[in-house]
């Protein structure tokens, strides 16, 4: 009986479905999260009253005591959009409409069609501009009309609006505003967005008649000086507890009073080839009759249900209504990438820190209908489109599992990429968190390395002098070729020694076989540099090449030693190729001693540098990945990680500064290059390590971990905007203070008119980069005028709380998830609450 009529009829929910738990206190914007690491850097969120967040909890203490069988998993409400003009809701199955309380869907009723699209319509026209959604955006410009025009082109591109141009007479600069009215959480999360880009912008409240401009003759009827007095304060820079109360704005904006001209709104629903079908002035929800088929909002699936409501700007809200644990199964994946993290302890970590922050924020946007945003405002939240097994484990494993301290759910703020250590959060905060303090992001002492420690029983080179260090990796790399008369451990005085001829005629005799050649016959006089160098030359190439590529003028030329006179003429073209090529070293006072025997370290060190340098040793490069089980791990082209097994006595060598030395052990933690040589029984007998330029950091896997961002002057300037104004023209930027882990906390930007100062999470923010764990690079003009800065930095978010790549880091060290919660957590505990 489902006929036309009574579709009409039941397709409206009552108001009182915009329901919010008991237990969930009003709180305005706090802190959060951000986005996948695989995507864009963690985005800092402001709060009202952050002294008070140690005391205030969205969960009550006894009912994180209450046994897990008495507590109820919460329901999330989560805004798809907040601003749609129209919006598609499906399903492959039945789709159901409900009435009454949608939390306990009192009625459910199914519609004949599976698809229906809702508009907005307004019922009366606005009278005046509603305090509650008359917010717009103002965005810095420059003092340059076409680098203004060049910004609003890049605003355009980076959110999809186009910016009117406005000039201000008494700064006598242009900037840009966004004339679109919106509810101050939608202007807030338009700024977020704005700022991620790299553009500093504030909120500006409601007015009854928006600005204009004359591009055409630059002469706006409302300049951006009327604008600024009501500039509102940066979203991470938040006042002190005693300039707000917990339910006040996050900003400077006082909206005024509430227009008694309210907008009558209805939702309108309509269905192919069945025309309209309702319309409601209450929330409508939707949901699918088999769980197996979920209900879509415009094609994408989504857990749980859709709910639709017009709101107070005449647009449609939609709000997916669903468990805070298939809200989490919708986050993990897009907040840590199982396929660039696949471990299972980190994406627990990150479950139980996703499923604290909806418990912690839950109510956040109360006002607007719905609890947290699917961005970085709040968490990213794609839905069932998302989801993947991987991360679907860590959550059922961790299900109803909250961090927190004194019994109370943390606010758990998590960042992509730490740079190493993570930030006191009253540093880019403006206000402490006792649990969300400055910690490295390591294990603590030797057990950083260890998990990644290979060592060998072989001892290392016994050598003291600096001109030996070298000889040390040139008997490793031969010894594996099974050259003999090599000892096991050598000394100084061994490689210093004259080299007998029966050493070299074996050594030569190796030589040729690598090289596929034949022994070459020699005399008594092998050991010294003349006959040394046309033996060498026909064990490698088969023949004394140098006698028909070089005549005599390039002899004599190459032959520039202070005793050429003394080297033999039969051997003079061969000694001068291996000299300019470099295989047969010179000595340091310009000469070869040709009538000298050989030092075993010449010798060596000429027959490794030519097989070395035409590929011979058999020597293999890759960068390695973090060890494992005494394994040399590499990636394939295949991007598969394959282990090769290390030898118990492999020659290992590290670099340390310019030279390879020989070590006991060395620490593979993944990214350092190496060369390593594998024996005929498949094992690792030589391996030389470089260190990993991203060092060993847990969140050394980022691609984040080290950048250098370059502007010039004129650039800084104008990112810095008004954070800044008022100092004339930019000379020099001065770091006044650092955080705890060296982040820069407070910024002097130096002008000609005076000077000005950026502190907290907005230095970041201002300039447009990645982090605030930088130093700063001067550039000069040769007046020594500073014509631009390079901040070479580290990280990439704002630091607090969570390291998300460091969590993985750790979590290939062993850690467990509870392990990775603590060590970035200061005090807390992990609580099931149900």
């Keep these: ?269 309509s269905a192919a080839g069945a025309g309209r079908l309702f319309s409601s002035s209450a929330p409508v929800t939707f949901a699918s009759a088999d769980e197996k088929l979920p209900v879509r909002y415009d094609d994408k699936p989504y857990r749980g249900r859709i709910e639709v409501f017009a709101n107070k700007r005449g647009a449609l809200t939609v709000v997916n209504v669903l468990g805070l644990e298939d809200y989490v199964k919708g986050v993990v994946p897009n907040e840590l990438s199982a396929g660039g993290f696949p471990l299972i302890e980190a994406h627990k970590a990150q479950a139980i820190a996703a499923r604290t922050y909806a418990l912690r924020n839950r109510g956040q946007f109360m006002s607007e209908g719905y609890d947290l945003l699917p961005t970085t405002r709040s968490q990213v939240y794609r839905g069932l489109v998302s989801e993947n097994s991987f991360s679907s484990r860590a959550v059922d494993e961790t299900r109803g599992v909250v961090a927190t301290y004194n019994g109370e759910a943390i606010n758990a703020l998590y960042t992509s990429t730490c740079g190493g250590r993570t930030e006191d959060a009253a540093n880019i905060f403006n206000g402490p968190l006792p649990y969300a303090v400055g910690r490295e992001c390591a294990a603590e002492g030797r057990a950083a390395l260890a998990p990644f420690t290979i060592k060998t029983t072989r001892e290392p080179a016994e050598l003291k002098e600096a001109q030996n260090v070298p000889i040390a990796r040139d008997v490793a790399v031969l010894a594996v070729h099974n050259f003999t008369s090599l000892k096991t451990r050598i000394s100084d005085s061994w490689v210093s020694g004259e080299t007998p001829v029966s050493e070299v005629r074996s050594w030569l005799a190796s030589t040729a076989t690598l090289a596929r050649q034949t022994a070459p016959a020699v005399t008594e006089e092998v050991n010294r540099p003349g006959p040394f160098a046309t033996a060498l030359s026909s064990a490698v190439f088969g023949e004394s090449r140098a006698n028909t590529l070089l005549n005599d003028a390039d002899v004599d030329y190459f032959l520039a030693v202070r005793d050429a006179k003394d080297v033999p003429e039969s051997n003079r073209s061969d000694v001068a190729m291996l000299v300019r090529d470099g295989y047969l070293a010179v000595l340091p006072d310009a000469t070869l001693r040709p009538r000298d025997p050989l030092s075993r370290a010449r010798a060596l060190h000429s027959i490794a540098r030519i097989l070395e340098s035409r590929n011979l040793l058999q020597l293999q490069k890759g960068t390695a990945r973090p060890t494992a089980d005494d394994n040399l791990i590499l990636r394939s082209a295949k991007g598969k990680d394959v282990p090769v097994k290390i030898s118990a006595d492999a020659f290992l060598f590290r670099q340390i500064g310019e030279n390879v030395y020989p070590v006991r052990s060395v620490a593979l933690v993944g990214g350092e290059p190496v060369i390593f040589h594998v024996s005929a029984g498949g094992e690792v007998d030589y391996l030389e390590v470089k260190p990993a330029p991203n060092g060993a950091a847990a969140d050394r896997f980022s691609p984040f971990t080290n950048w250098i961002n370059d502007l010039s002057v004129g650039q800084v300037q104008s990112r810095l905007g008004r954070a800044a104004s008022g100092i004339g023209s930019l000379t020099d930027l001065r770091v006044v203070s650092r955080g705890s882990s060296r982040r820069v906390t407070d910024l002097e930007v130096i002008g000609t008119n005076g000077t000005a100062h950026v502190r907290g999470g907005r230095i970041r923010s201002a300039l447009g980069l990645r982090e605030q764990l930088f130093v700063i690079e001067r550039k000069y003009d040769d007046d020594g005028r500073v014509t631009g800065f390079s901040f070479i930095g580290r990280g990439w978010g704002h630091g607090v709380g969570m390291c998300q790549v460091g969590a993985y880091g750790l979590a290939r060290q062993g850690f467990s998830g509870e392990q990775i919660l603590k060590a970035y957590y200061t005090g807390i505990e992990l609580t099931r609450m149900y």
């Design 1 to 269: 009986m489902h006929h036309l009529f009574a579709r009409s009829s039941i397709a409206i929910l009552l108001a009182q479905s915009l329901f919010v738990p008991s237990a969930v206190l009003a709180q305005n914007h706090i802190p959060g999260a951000g986005r996948s690491v695989a995507s864009r850097p963690l985005t800092p969120k402001a709060h009202d009253e952050w002294k008070a967040i140690a005391a205030e909890s969205i969960i009550s203490l006894d009912r994180f005591q209450e046994p897990a069988t008495s507590t109820s998993e919460p329901t999330i409400r989560v805004a798809l959009a907040t601003n749609a003009r129209s919006a598609t809701i499906s399903t492959a199955g039945q789709l159901m409409n409900a009435t009454g309380d949608v939390d306990r869907a009192s009625t459910l009723v199914a519609l004949e069609v599976a698809r229906v699209r809702l508009e907005a319509r307004l019922l009366s026209p606005a009278l005046a501009v509603d305090p509650e959604t008359g917010y717009r955006l103002q965005i810095a410009g420059t003092s340059v009309r076409a680098d203004t025009e060049q910004k609003s082109r890049e605003v355009r591109e980076a959110i999809g609006e186009e910016p009117q141009l406005v000039y201000g007479t008494d700064t006598k600069t242009w900037g840009l505003l966004l004339a679109t009215r919106r509810s101050r959480n939608e202007a807030e999360e338009v700024r977020s967005r704005l700022e991620e880009a790299g553009f500093e912008a504030s909120v500006l409240p409601p007015t009854t008649s928006p600005p204009s401009s004359n591009p055409a003759t630059g002469t706006p009827p409302e300049t951006l000086a009327q604008n600024r007095s009501s500039e509102t304060r940066p979203r991470s820079t938040m006042p002190s507890s005693s300039a707000s109360s917990p339910g006040a704005s996050s900003s400077s904006v006082r909206p005024a009073s509430r227009s008694v001209n309210m907008v009558s709104r209805e939702v309108v629903a």
